[in-house]
């Protein structure tokens, strides 16, 4: 079965990075983007990117032009996502999804469980 | 970037109505609309994908609906576990985007 396993929780205080991990299994690695979509606490859904785990190729929201950075392993399945120069207010859960556009549309039909950041002085 | 907007932003209901979401696009994105369901604490789950499609696994009683600028997601028969908040989100840019979201709450 497809699964999406995300690194734990993070703490990290501004200024500094953050790297979340997103381990993938059930399926063919290569063959699907992954996005990360991260949700402040008590607030919606804001997406913040994706990367084609088979040619490295990324996208990004123009809100973190500059601050985040994916990158991947093949060899164990993972992406990582990377957020430099944190602020209070990137304090929140950030999840990996699996984009399948292999239908004519794309949706985000397999959701890690989410990895919470804390940004605190 | 493509604005999409919900409404209303939140919804009281019964088990067993009826009910519907509205969300628009700032502009025309076809029928690459996503629905999805989330409950507290847990990663968001995929409804209704290309505007009226059923994720599988997902139960007949939500529906979707629409195409260009304006969709619904539609729920018959409301049930105890349906509610929850849920957000539309286009796939049509690159650039995805979600509705600030939906929640459903027992009256």
């Known amino acids: 079965q497809v699964q999406l396993v995300q690194s734990g929780a993070e703490v990290k205080k501004p200024g500094a990075s953050v790297k979340v991990s997103c381990k993938a299994s059930?399926?063919?690695?290569?063959?699907?983007?992954i996005n990360w979509v991260r949700q402040v606490p008590g607030q919606g859904l804001e997406w913040m990117g994706w990367?084609?785990?088979?040619?490295?190729?990324?996208g990004n929201a123009q809100k973190f032009q500059g601050r985040v950075t994916m990158t991947r392993n093949t060899s164990i399945s993972t992406v990582y996502m990377e957020l430099s120069s944190l602020r209070f207010e990137d304090m929140a859960v950030y999840y990996c999804a699996r984009g399948d556009c292999n239908s004519g549309t794309c949706v985000l039909d397999f959701w890690g469980q989410g990895t919470l950041v804390t940004v605190s002085s | 970037d493509i604005q999409m907007t919900q409404s209303p932003s939140s919804l009281s209901a019964s088990v067993g109505d009826r009910v519907t979401i509205t969300c628009r696009a700032s502009q025309s994105i076809g029928r690459f609309l996503n629905w999805y369901q989330q409950k507290p604490g847990k990663a968001p789950n995929l409804l209704i994908y290309a505007a009226s499609s059923l994720q599988s696994g997902v139960p007949s009683r939500f529906s979707g609906s629409g195409s260009g600028t304006d969709f619904t997601l539609t729920i018959s028969n409301l049930q105890p576990e349906d509610f929850a908040t849920y957000y539309c989100?286009?796939?049509?840019?690159?650039?995805?985007?979600f509705g600030q979201g939906t929640k459903l709450e027992i009256k």
């Open positions: 989100q286009q796939s049509y840019s690159i650039v995805y985007t």
């Open positions: 990367m084609n785990p088979n040619s490295g190729n990324t």
């Open positions: 059930g399926y063919t690695f290569t063959s699907y983007d």
